[in-house]
């Protein structure tokens, strides 16, 4: 069973900067293109894509968070992150890292609350 778990989510002002991991396997990281969601408060059943990141290198980005949030990943330690800065309140969510390829697997959740 692959695992993928997040972390470094927590509470920051409005205008400031977090930065998201997410550890995962090594056969999943080499194979399976990563990827940042979030579940903003009272939307149970929506999650917005934020980001991925391919096998390849190459990266895409949801307009919400383009020009502020930055995916990357680790080959040496298996890991995805998601650094974001000028952070907003609208930002406020659980932050969950994907992994899609022939399976697809999510983490458990970070939560991040943007609020002074």
């Known amino acids: 069973q692959a695992q993928l778990v997040e972390s470094g989510g927590g509470l920051v002002q409005p205008g400031g900067s977090l930065r998201l991991s997410c550890a995962s396997s090594g056969s999943i990281f080499k194979d399976y293109t990563m990827g940042w969601y979030r579940q903003a408060p009272g939307k149970q059943r929506e999650r917005e894509w934020l980001?991925?990141?391919?096998?390849?290198?190459?990266?895409m980005y949801g307009d919400s968070v383009k020009g502020r949030f930055t995916i990357s990943r680790d080959s040496a330690t298996n890991t995805v992150y998601l650094q974001m800065n000028n952070l907003k309140p609208d930002d406020t969510a659980v932050y969950y890292c994907?992994?899609?390829?022939?399976?697809?697997?999510w983490g458990q959740g970070t939560q991040v609350t943007v609020s002074s």
């Open positions: 980001a991925s990141i391919f096998t390849g290198g190459g990266t």
């Open positions: 994907n992994a899609a390829g022939a399976s697809i697997y």
